[in-house]
């Protein structure tokens, strides 16, 4: 009878790998045919106006798409950015530009994003826009979210969202996603590729 136990629980853990395989393997073969134009970002920031076609030549943005009320994803995802950011050389550090264009315009006012940004470093930046022009920039990017209502909650509702990193030139193109990951070697490797 015990064998039986141990069988079973072998099966289930061959197929949560084999689910959990396919899955990362769907996301590695979508991110190949998806349709990610990314292009111009243009939106009000907590340094004024902010537009990819700011950076210089030689500089390229990592941009992350999410909230600053976001429990866990948002913070890791910018932790992450800093973590990399540490580990470049001063000369490399400089020619990147993280950041962080907040889903939630209804709570992430500009104020709210400097302070939150602010947290990571003062190189972060933190832009919003209006709903239109989120949308059409997300769009642009792969990038999808949704609000979900708690109203048991004080926040009133969360939002659900991709949470790669985009490496952006001036033109817009981009030149590398990274996907999520609580450790920053993904991102490093791209940022040392793409400099």
């Given at each position: 009878?015990?064998?039986?136990?141990?069988?079973?629980?072998?099966?289930v853990?061959?197929?949560?790998?084999?689910?959990?395989?396919?899955?990362?393997y769907?996301?590695?073969?979508?991110?190949?045919?998806?349709?990610?134009?990314?292009?111009?970002?243009?939106l009000?920031?907590?340094?004024?106006?902010f537009?990819?076609?700011?950076?210089?030549?030689?500089?390229?943005?990592?941009?992350?798409?999410?909230?600053?009320?976001?429990?866990?994803?948002?913070?890791?995802?910018?932790?992450?950015?800093r973590?990399?950011?540490?580990?470049?050389?001063?000369?490399?550090?400089?020619?990147?530009?993280p950041?962080m264009?907040s889903?939630?315009?209804?709570?992430?006012?500009?104020?709210?994003?400097?302070?939150?940004t602010?947290?990571?470093?003062d190189?972060?930046?933190?832009?919003?826009?209006?709903?239109a022009?989120?949308?059409?920039?997300?769009?642009?990017?792969?990038?999808?979210w949704r609000?979900?209502?708690?109203?048991?909650?004080?926040?009133?509702?969360?939002?659900d969202?991709?949470?790669?990193?985009?490496?952006?030139?001036?033109?817009?193109?981009?030149?590398?996603r990274?996907?999520?990951?609580?450790?920053?070697h993904?991102?490093?490797?791209?940022?040392?590729?793409?400099?």
């Amino acid at each position: 009878m015990k064998r039986k136990g141990i069988w079973a629980g072998v099966a289930v853990i061959v197929l949560a790998l084999a689910v959990g395989g396919l899955g990362w393997y769907q996301q590695l073969a979508g991110d190949a045919d998806s349709d990610m134009r990314g292009g111009p970002v243009e939106l009000p920031s907590t340094r004024g106006d902010f537009s990819l076609s700011q950076l210089e030549e030689d500089q390229l943005a990592v941009l992350f798409f999410g909230y600053t009320y976001c429990p866990d994803v948002c913070p890791m995802s910018m932790a992450v950015v800093r973590q990399a950011l540490s580990e470049l050389d001063e000369a490399s550090r400089e020619r990147v530009v993280p950041v962080m264009v907040s889903v939630d315009p209804e709570r992430d006012t500009l104020e709210r994003l400097a302070e939150y940004t602010g947290f990571f470093g003062d190189a972060f930046i933190g832009a919003t826009g209006s709903e239109a022009q989120l949308e059409e920039i997300a769009e642009r990017y792969g990038v999808v979210w949704r609000r979900v209502e708690t109203p048991e909650s004080a926040m009133a509702y969360t939002i659900d969202h991709s949470s790669s990193l985009y490496l952006v030139d001036r033109e817009g193109r981009i030149l590398r996603r990274v996907l999520y990951s609580p450790a920053p070697h993904g991102l490093l490797s791209a940022l040392r590729d793409a400099l």
